[in-house]
């Protein structure tokens, strides 16, 4: 039932552009699997094998600190609404934060966002599809404010303060390197 592919075909590309929720995996070699779920205009298809997507500030930093330590990443898409289908990317991720050099041009694929913490750029190495069949309906409701007002609200000090205090480092205590380099 499973099928792969080197690239995202373009019939798999328009199932990705009309999902509204996707989910992102990360491991470092020890402690937890992080599984998250994205939602929101945060992701861009840029070629058959590769995509951004931009990670807004959240809880949370577990894919930058993984992906410090290993350089792997998964993105899952289900179909929830029509055709039933699981779709995974499989690849790596350079992680681009607001100090890079490339991080403002990927940015500007966005709408603007004071709490735009990182962009990870994946680099497609497999494909996979699979049927889906046990997964439920359900029905896109809309999108949620909370994120956008609380950005709004905390203002780039605010927002900046909150990476300093809640940001730097993943659950297992490994950095994430939102402020400074590895190295600094």
């Known amino acids: ?21 996707f989910f992102t995996a990360t491991a470092g070699p020890e402690g937890r699997v992080n599984l998250s779920p994205k939602g929101m205009d945060s992701l861009r298809i840029l ?15 577990e894919t930058a600190g993984h992906l410090a330590q290993i ?19 499989y690849g790596s991720a350079a992680t681009l934060h607001p100090r890079d050099a490339d991080f403002d041009a990927l940015n500007a694929l966005f709408p603007v966002s004071d709490g735009a913490r990182q962009i990870y750029d994946v680099a497609i190495e497999m494909v996979q599809t699979s049927c889906g069949y046990a997964v439920p309906f359900m029905e896109y409701a809309g ?15 605010g927002i900046a303060d909150y990476w300093a205090t809640k940001n730097q480092q993943t659950i297992d205590g490994a950095p994430t390197f939102v402020l400074e380099e590895p190295g600094d």
């Not at 039932?1 to 929720?21: C, K, R, W």
């Not at 094998?49 to 500030?57: F, Y």
């Not at 350089?71 to 995974?88: A, D, H, Q, S, Y």
Request: charged share 20%.
């Open 143 to 157: 999108e949620r404010d909370v994120l956008t007002t609380w950005t709004e609200n905390k203002g780039p000090e």
């Open 47 to 61: 070629s058959p094998n590769r995509i951004i997507w931009r990670n807004l500030t959240g809880s949370g930093n």
């Open 1 to 21: 039932m499973a099928t792969q592919y080197d690239v995202l075909t373009p019939t798999l590309s328009g199932f990705i552009e009309n999902q509204h929720i």
């Open 71 to 89: 350089n792997r990443i998964t993105l899952m898409w289900c179909g929830f609404e029509v055709k039933p289908l699981i779709l995974r990317v």
